[in-house]
């Protein structure tokens, strides 16, 4: 096959530029998140009341919702935490547990304890599935020095939400850092002693107050009347009147009992930017989408939700994940650019031929760009995780090139010519490069075959290496002798000072390192124990240990 290709070079080219192209597309239509797709069967289910004491959230709520979701097949854990005006239930399923069916059978139980839920509830439980790619990718601040958090709330969850969810790749939207408006009561308990008034009857009197009831009709046989009333209590001026009860023949109005302010639902929902009170909108992305271009579709947006907003309302980016990722992927590109630089240096320095400099440089974005088609074929993305595969591999798909043309010139400076010494080139080190690329994917088959969450999450890094150095095989079988036997030529062993230099103190390098094996051989003992078994062991026991590195950042 090797040979076939050597003498056809039309076909070498061709299928080099198809790896290129087909690379090429699939790293423009990669996803970009920060970390793989890997949905873990959790899910989060909330649920609110506002003002509700712990106690009364982890009795009244949280016991109804666990005694459903405790029924669901496939939990393994289910977490639950109760504070104040809020109740949260994490439930873990067994990680081959299909996650949209968990999802569903959530969402039933849900509906099977709503009627042993408390009526004063504003919102439904809701669910949501945790995944560690579901962090926010965007989170958007409101801030304003005139209006007020409710009134930011309400601004965001009726405008900005609602055109925000419309993007491609934005999955949920989330508001935080105030709630919506609300008009409170604040009652003087001296008062309530003095009128003997209860709780209870405060509540009755708002709450009859604002119930929304059809009002009739009165009609006679020539016309129809339509009764209409205002029985909405919208503003703290409509509450302040409203009759309680009756002590000595007096109303005790409202106005008698404490005061009533315009506030929110929840006051122990706060948010801050730079000192200031501000309302958060936490953006999270679809399964499979790009990071990268639904957050430049949200940036575009600003101007026009700017617009949509009352001026008084300063809406701007507090957190921007795409900047991590672009960090990341220039890293990458700046890893590659000064790898091709190192391996030409090295194949300058030992090999002493320009014209040889460039074989080995191709195999590496062809490598590269070939994976990247893996990876778009086997559905996964362009993470940190397989970024740093692809920064790996650099050093491992330039290994097979360099093989195959150091024994290339090896022959050509002995006489061969350059088409027979491509042949000879693979004939002699073609099963060896085999037995490396082979070598090299046999160490990643374990990661492959891993199971858990650390596989799930590390089994997109293998595939990247696995196919970059299945890739640099092919290209180093085709490609690299197809170059060598047009490229290459007699070079001149007497190309001058700089040529003889470069000899004269590989010569030595080589005469010492051929001094140390010498000692290492008729040491092998002392060599076996304390140099591969001693020190693997100490290290092994001191080293760090982890699930993810650490860093410096704080």
């Known amino acids: 096959m090797s040979a076939w290709l050597v003498y056809r070079p039309v076909a070498t080219t061709l299928l080099t530029l198809a790896i290129a192209l087909v690379g090429i597309l699939a790293f423009v239509n990669l996803p970009v998140p920060s970390l793989p797709q890997v949905d873990f069967p959790s899910i989060n289910v909330q649920a609110q009341l506002p003002d509700a004491s712990a106690e009364m959230m982890a009795s009244a709520i949280a016991t109804p919702l666990e005694r459903a979701l405790g029924r669901i097949a496939g939990v393994t854990e289910m977490t639950s935490s109760s504070s104040q005006g809020s109740t949260r239930i994490i439930l873990q399923f067994d990680l081959d547990w299909d996650i949209n069916g968990a999802a569903r059978d959530v969402q039933a139980a849900i509906n099977a304890a709503t009627s042993l839920l408390p009526t004063g509830m504003p919102n439904r439980p809701s669910y949501r599935r945790d995944n560690p790619a579901d962090s926010p990718i965007l989170i958007l601040t409101l801030?304003?020095?005139?209006?007020?958090?409710?009134?930011?709330?309400?601004?965001?969850?009726?405008?900005?939400?609602?055109?925000?969810?419309?993007?491609?790749?934005?999955?949920?939207?989330?508001?935080?850092?105030?709630?919506?408006?609300?008009?409170?009561?604040?009652?003087?308990?001296?008062?309530?002693?003095?009128?003997?008034?209860?709780?209870?009857?405060?509540?009755?009197?708002?709450?009859?107050?604002?119930?929304?009831?059809?009002?009739?009709?009165?009609?006679?046989?020539?016309?129809?009347?339509?009764?209409?009333?205002?029985?909405?209590?919208?503003?703290?001026?409509?509450?302040?009147?409203?009759?309680?009860?009756?002590?000595?023949?007096?109303?005790?109005?409202?106005?008698?009992?404490?005061?009533?302010?315009?506030?929110?639902?929840?006051?122990?929902?706060?948010?801050?930017?730079?000192?200031?009170?501000?309302?958060?909108?936490?953006?999270?992305?679809?399964?499979?989408?790009?990071?990268?271009?639904?957050?430049?579709?949200?940036?575009?947006?600003?101007?026009?939700?700017?617009?949509?907003?009352?001026?008084?309302?300063?809406?701007?980016?507090?957190?921007?994940?795409?900047?991590?990722?672009?960090?990341?992927?220039?890293?990458?590109?700046?890893?590659?650019?000064?790898?091709?630089?190192?391996?030409?240096?090295?194949?300058?320095?030992?090999?002493?031929?320009?014209?040889?400099?460039?074989?080995?440089?191709?195999?590496?974005?062809?490598?590269?760009?070939?994976?990247?088609?893996?990876?778009?074929?086997?559905?996964?993305?362009?993470?940190?995780?397989?970024?740093?595969?692809?920064?790996?591999?650099?050093?491992?798909?330039?290994?097979?090139?360099?093989?195959?043309?150091?024994?290339?010139?090896?022959?050509?400076?002995?006489?061969?010519?350059?088409?027979?010494?491509?042949?000879?080139?693979?004939?002699?080190?073609?099963?060896?490069?085999?037995?490396?690329?082979?070598?090299?994917?046999?160490?990643?088959?374990?990661?492959?075959?891993?199971?858990g969450v650390v596989g799930r999450l590390f089994r997109g890094f293998a595939v990247t290496l696995s196919a970059a150095v299945l890739v640099s095989l092919l290209v180093s079988l085709t490609v690299t002798p197809m170059l060598c036997a047009r490229w290459l030529s007699k070079g001149g062993s007497e190309q001058g000072r700089v040529y003889q230099g470069i000899g004269y103190a590989f010569d030595r390098l080589q005469a010492g390192y051929e001094s140390s094996l010498r000692w290492a051989l008729r040491h092998g003992r002392i060599m076996l124990l304390s140099g591969t078994i001693i020190l693997s062991v100490y290290l092994y026991k001191v080293i760090d240990k982890g699930f993810f590195p650490t860093t410096g950042w704080r």
């Not at 009859?208 to 059809?214: G, L, R, W």
Request: glycine share 6%.
């Open 143 to 451: 801030t304003s020095d005139i209006l007020s958090r409710g009134q930011m709330y309400n601004v965001a969850s009726t405008i900005l939400a609602q055109k925000i969810s419309q993007i491609p790749g934005i999955g949920q939207v989330q508001i935080s850092g105030a709630a919506l408006p609300a008009v409170r009561v604040e009652l003087n308990p001296n008062a309530l002693t003095k009128y003997g008034v209860g709780l209870e009857d405060v509540r009755n009197t708002i709450t009859q107050t604002n119930t929304n009831q059809p009002k009739g009709l009165m009609e006679n046989d020539d016309q129809r009347w339509q009764i209409q009333a205002n029985d909405q209590a919208r503003k703290p001026e409509d509450y302040l009147p409203l009759i309680v009860n009756y002590q000595n023949g007096a109303p005790v109005r409202i106005a008698d009992l404490g005061a009533v302010v315009d506030s929110v639902e929840d006051l122990r929902n706060a948010g801050l930017r730079d000192g200031k009170a501000s309302v958060l909108l936490i953006l999270r992305k679809q399964p499979l989408a790009n990071v990268i271009e639904s957050i430049d579709q949200v940036i575009e947006l600003l101007p026009q939700l700017r617009a949509a907003i009352p001026s008084a309302i300063d809406l701007s980016v507090a957190v921007d994940r795409s900047l991590t990722i672009w960090a990341s992927i220039k890293e990458v590109e700046h890893s590659l650019f000064v790898s091709i630089g190192l391996v030409m240096l090295v194949v300058l320095l030992f090999l002493r031929d320009l014209r040889s400099t460039p074989v080995p440089i191709i195999a590496v974005p062809i490598s590269l760009l070939g994976s990247c088609a893996v990876i778009y074929f086997c559905h996964y993305s362009l993470n940190n995780l397989t970024l740093m595969a692809l920064a790996i591999a650099t050093g491992f798909v330039v290994d097979d090139a360099i093989v195959v043309l150091e024994n290339a010139s090896r022959h050509i400076d002995k006489g061969v010519p350059p088409f027979r010494a491509a042949l000879l080139a693979i004939k002699e080190v073609g099963f060896t490069v085999l037995a490396m690329s082979v070598s090299l994917v046999a160490v990643f088959l374990p990661i492959l075959l891993m199971g």
